[in-house]
């Protein structure tokens, strides 16, 4: 799912608002979004890289495809062929792209058939599912005999304007085709992939990036990386918003997703002598589709739709649970089909939020308030970035997106404050953002005003009787720390397999 309780829209005048071809959202958040898993993002993250003495590295992470059951055969979460995936920066404080990661995958069928019958009435046959021989996939990228149907991926660096031609990421350690990828097959269980671990690990690549030093690359299905009371949020908040941190449910626990992570060199993402940079992800699908009344197959591939037409993007995400609760039902597929730059048209929504209200309404009688308004706290946090630590010392445009400032210091994973910067811990949200930051918490508290009690009007324009209950610990109940990931690329967990036993 896509997560956040964010806000966006600053209020440097109201941009007006374009028309959109094709208009869509993200993880389930909004109604055109819902019906295009492939091109769902969920989460994305960027920090600075805490794996020992890789702290000159970002790690970027963009998750798609939400809530997949590991059992999801016999397709499993194959990505869209026709779609573009994109990591966008921001360097130079304007909320327009500077630079994007274009992620482009291929889907080829093997056709693995078995002959079936006593000559001479046998005939060869294509098989249904997609792995066949046990013992056949792994450890190796090419140990694929039982596989039936492998996916490869290309990587494009894009400068300027994300419409414009890229070059090339490449494997650093060379290859027969050293610019095209391979995308190990979903963990469809231990009789079809023995060791998935070792699998995996053999995907994940050393690349050269035009115009930077190397950095790393790992494109595949991982154990579902958020954690939330999702069903009893979305019921009216049917929890006690002030309990323990860890006293629900992580309904998510059970679920896998797919993740393209990059670690790039700090360097090849700033600007001149500003440290912050900031991150979104997008998804994009060509504009046209036109059903084949009789799918074909041919060249390994399966065509069940023609597609043309100009690329238009269908989800974006930047900070965490931004559409999914804070933009208004109404405007959830214009927002994802929207850039940074173009926030201002929501202004409302960020100055004027719904959830407080809500919140209060639902919890009335036990001294939960919602904060005055306008939410000038919010603007700081997510349209212009925080004075003196997220804020470009470039700015001069509001958009919502992930900041990161990447002269503060890295902390180890067993260092980390799962609150992040609420928590003393200033790598951490809304400085980027971590697996292990409980960003449910984090912005439950911000929304409700917890920014205000600081009492640094000149900052937050907000003082503490703004907020009368923003010191509370309101939480979703479910808990998340560095401690549930890996303390080393890609950090995301190896996914849960389909089937757990030989």
């Given at each position: 799912m896509k997560h956040h309780v964010s806000v966006q829209l600053m209020t440097l005048g109201l941009a007006a608002a374009l028309p959109f071809t094709v208009q869509a959202s993200s993880h389930r958040e909004a109604p055109y979004i819902a019906g295009l898993p492939r091109v769902d993002g969920t989460d994305f993250y960027m920090f600075r890289s805490y794996e020992n003495a890789r702290d000159g590295y970002v790690t970027l992470i963009a998750n798609y495809v939400p809530l997949q059951d590991a059992y999801g055969g016999p397709n499993y979460f194959e990505m869209d062929a026709t779609a573009a995936y994109d990591i966008h920066i921001d360097n130079s404080g304007d909320s327009v792209e500077d630079l994007t990661f274009r992620f482009r995958f291929t889907?080829?069928?093997?056709?693995?058939?078995?002959?079936?019958?006593?000559s001479p009435n046998d005939q060869t046959v294509a098989v249904p599912l997609k792995t066949t021989a046990p013992g056949g996939i792994g450890p190796g990228i090419l140990d694929r005999?039982?596989?039936?149907?492998?996916?490869?991926?290309?990587?494009e660096v894009i400068r300027g304007n994300r419409r414009t031609a890229g070059q090339r990421v490449t494997n650093a350690d060379g290859g027969a085709t050293p610019n095209v990828f391979v995308k190990p097959v979903d963990n469809v269980g231990n009789k079809s992939i023995p060791d998935y671990d070792a699998y995996a690990d053999s995907h994940v690549y050393n690349v050269a990036i035009p115009g930077c030093a190397n950095g790393k690359m790992f494109v595949g299905q991982r154990k579902e990386s958020f954690s939330v009371n999702l069903g009893e949020v979305f019921d009216l908040i049917n929890t006690n918003?002030?309990?323990?941190?860890?006293g629900e449910q992580n309904i998510l626990a059970d679920k896998n997703i797919t993740s393209l992570i990059l670690e790039v060199p700090t360097s090849c993402l700033t600007a001149g002598s500003d440290p912050v940079i900031g991150g979104w992800t997008t998804a994009s699908v060509p504009q046209a589709r036109i059903l084949s009344p009789r799918p074909r197959f041919a060249n390994g591939r399966s065509t069940a739709a023609f597609q043309g037409g100009s690329l238009v993007q269908v989800s974006r995400l930047g900070s965490p649970l931004v559409n999914e609760v804070v933009i208004g039902l109404r405007d959830k597929d214009r927002f994802n089909a929207s850039a940074p730059a173009q926030d201002p048209q929501f202004l409302k929504y960020v100055t004027?939020?719904?959830?407080?209200?809500?919140?209060?309404?639902?919890?009335?009688?036990?001294?939960?308030?919602?904060?005055?308004?306008?939410r000038n706290d919010l603007v700081a946090v997510f349209l212009t970035g925080i004075e003196g630590v997220t804020k470009s010392a470039n700015f001069s445009a509001p958009g919502e997106m992930l900041r990161l400032n990447t002269v503060i210091p890295v902390a180890a994973s067993n260092a980390q404050n799962n609150l992040g910067v609420l928590g003393g811990?200033?790598?951490?949200?809304?400085?980027?953002?971590?697996?292990g930051d409980d960003v449910v918490d984090i912005e439950l508290r911000a929304v409700m005003g917890v920014l205000c009690t600081l009492n640094v009007p000149a900052t937050y324009g907000c003082v503490p009787a703004d907020a009368p209950s923003g010191s509370l610990p309101?939480?979703?109940?479910?808990t998340v720390s560095a401690a549930d990931f890996d303390t080393s690329f890609p950090y995301l967990r190896t996914p849960l397999p389909g089937s757990p036993t030989n």
């Open positions: 889907n080829a069928i093997q056709d693995i058939a078995l002959t079936v019958g006593t005999t039982g596989l039936n149907v492998y996916e490869t991926y290309t990587v918003p002030v309990g323990p941190p860890n004027n939020p719904t959830l407080p209200e809500l919140i209060e309404a639902l919890f009335s009688g036990s001294g939960v308030q919602a904060p005055n308004g306008p811990d200033n790598a951490g949200f809304p400085n980027g953002r971590r697996p309101y939480t979703d109940g479910a």
